[in-house]
């Protein structure tokens, strides 16, 4: 069974930084994609940034040259670095790895955390 804890969300000021960190638990991590998804209030989830076991990354374009995500396979974390905070950016963020097969996918959630910026 795999389950996956955030960390690091807080408020923050415009133009300011926040590091979010997601543990996972279980074997699979190093063979997993790792994603980083938000949802703000009335809107749909939506990705933010995406880490294939390779070390290959993809971006929303809203986030490209702000965020970066990254992993640690000894440590079965990945993260996600914002910088440049917009308030547009205010969400709850959700961990997500991804076990893909010839065959199937696998998805499993973090519970979020809450990421506002604000004055």
């Known amino acids: 069974q795999v389950q996956l804890v955030e960390s690091g969300g807080g408020l923050v000021q415009p133009g300011g930084s926040l590091r979010l960190s997601c543990a996972a638990s279980?074997?699979?991590?190093?063979?997993?994609?790792m994603g980083w998804y938000r949802q703000a209030p009335g809107k749909q989830r939506e990705l933010v940034a995406s880490?294939?076991?390779?070390?290959?990354?993809n971006y929303a374009d809203s986030v490209k040259g702000r965020f970066t995500i990254s992993r640690d396979n000894a440590k079965n974390t990945v993260y996600l670095q914002m910088n440049s905070l917009k308030p547009e950016d205010k969400a709850v963020y959700y961990c997500n790895l991804a076990y893909i097969t010839t065959t199937s996918r696998y998805d499993y959630w973090g519970q979020g955390t809450q990421v506002t910026v604000s004055n």
């Open positions: 880490i294939t076991n390779r070390g290959n990354t």
């Open positions: 279980g074997s699979i991590f190093s063979i997993a994609a």
